[in-house]
């Protein structure tokens, strides 16, 4: 048998909570008339011992489910502070009393829990003798179908076997967030929009890897010409203004676990939801090694597709991805550059599987088809499973594709090591379907992975079925390898 099920299954738990703002009357989906700061005045017509009683009781009920409930108070107290008069005079009790009135607890995983991307993790101290720590991270669902993501530690044993560690007790969105840009974001941007980027190169060369748009206001200054008939810096402020609504940073408090960290939609465009996040351990030209993890950002209405990036799983950096290649979903990089380029996987039509390349990994122009629906099992649309392994054979890839009943199977496709855009062996029939016992769910008859890893020698694939429940299953590389024959006929499809 070529895939094994591991006994290991996650699951969401509705006990994990975290706290968000609660604005009685400005409820997202049920909007009405602001009833704020009639609350506000009720508590401050409390007496004071009722409002020490009162802080006293929501302490020790809801005090050990999160950590520094308080500084929540303090957050949320803030952001009403301004529908008060005389709030000087109030006492720190009510105010945090204030605050409790306009917080709530949100259950992030309690209605879905799937579609796991794996890495190997940053810090391999501990791990035992010929194992490998790695970090999952997971897409979540809890109330108005609002999708975040979290993240799981844990090992993989020499022989393939896998251990996932317990959550932290807290869950938490806290963190400072701030706009940032980054050098070939701005010039690219620059570019398309048709203005002249030879003095901004030069002012974006004095400028770090990432910096905010008040760094480059500044740094404009200097290529600035009073009096000019014409300056690119009006125009180049604008771009900056337009990126800065979505590109931003979270770096979570230090006193935070891994696991605890949530992270919330921020940017407008992915408002209702981060989605199928396919995580990467990369290494830049340069030989800089970073984390990237593609994600569609979700805003109600239309799909995004941008990018984290992250040394540490603690400070990340968000921005959204551009060019016709880029659309939709599914956008998977592997893992460096090809040749001086940046490629990945992307089905920016909705049906096929395409090589897309870029020159800075942001914006992607160029795109190649390497898979069609032409399997009765991938009739309605086809695409990947995370970004490309790299193997002596050559680029393995995780496949999806759904037929009939909607039904989500996956497959392999083994691609040319140095031409990316060449299949040299495909899988037939399906790798990993939905058994019996993983049909059922959220969404039924469904398996899907956003990620997986070679380790000793077995594929290590973690999967999402019926968007409820997590499963892993070990493949032997060399047994899978064997089962991958050359494609019948060529894939050399135009777009």
Known sequence: MLVERLPLHLAGNPRRVLTRIFLPGDEELIRGQSRVKDVIQRVTELPEDVVVSTLTEVLAKFGSRHRDLI???????????????????????????????????????????????????????GAKDGALRVILSVRTVGEGHISTLV????????????????VSEYASTRARRFTVLRPRLVEQTAIEAGIDTTELKVVLGMLPDTFTPEELHTALS????????????????????????????????????????????????????????????????????????????????????????????????????????????GVAMFPRPINGGYYALSRWDGERNYISSSD?????????????????????????????????????????????MRQYSLGALL??????????????????????AERNGYVPNVVFSCGSLIHNGNLILPYGFGDFQIGFCRIN??????????????LSLTA
Request: hydrophobic residues 35%; negative net charge.
């Open 222 to 329: 200097l290529i600035s010409r009073p009096g000019a008939v014409y300056s690119p810096v009006d125009e180049i402020i604008k771009i900056v203004d337009t990126l800065s609504l979505s590109s931003y940073e979270v770096d979570f408090m230090e006193d935070t676990e891994l696991t605890e960290r949530v992270l919330w939609p921020t940017a407008r465009d992915e408002r209702r939801g981060i989605e199928d996040a396919r995580f990467v351990k990369f290494t830049d030209l340069d030989g800089h090694v970073n984390y990237r993890g593609t994600y569609t950002g979700f805003d109600g209405t239309k799909v995004v597709s941008r990018l984290l990036e992250t040394t540490d799983f603690r400070r990340f950096s968000s921005v959204a991805l551009s060019g016709p290649a880029a659309r939709n979903k």
């Open 415 to 436: 691609l040319d090591l140095d031409e990316p855009t060449k299949v040299i062996a495909a899988l037939k029939g399906p790798l990993l379907a939905p058994n019996e």
């Open 71 to 125: 500084h929540q108070f303090e957050t949320h107290f803030d952001a009403v502070a301004h529908l008060m008069e005389h709030q000087e005079f109030i006492s720190d009790t009510r105010k945090y009393l204030i605050g409790a009135y306009c917080t709530m607890e949100y259950t992030f995983e309690s209605t879905a829990y799937f579609n796991p991307s794996i890495v190997p993790h940053f810090d391999q101290e």
């Open 151 to 166: 993240f799981r530690t844990g090992e993989i044993g020499v022989d393939g076997s896998v251990t996932i560690d317990d």
């Open 360 to 404: 800075n990994g942001y914006h992607w122009n160029s795109s190649v088809p390497i898979a069609l629906p032409q399997d009765p099992r991938s009739l309605v649309h086809v695409g990947n499973c995370g970004s490309p392994i790299e193997t002596d054979q050559g680029w393995l890839v995780i496949t999806h594709g759904t037929g009939p």
């Open 477 to 490: 590389l060399e047994d899978l390898m064997r089962e991958m024959k050359t494609p019948h006929t060529p």
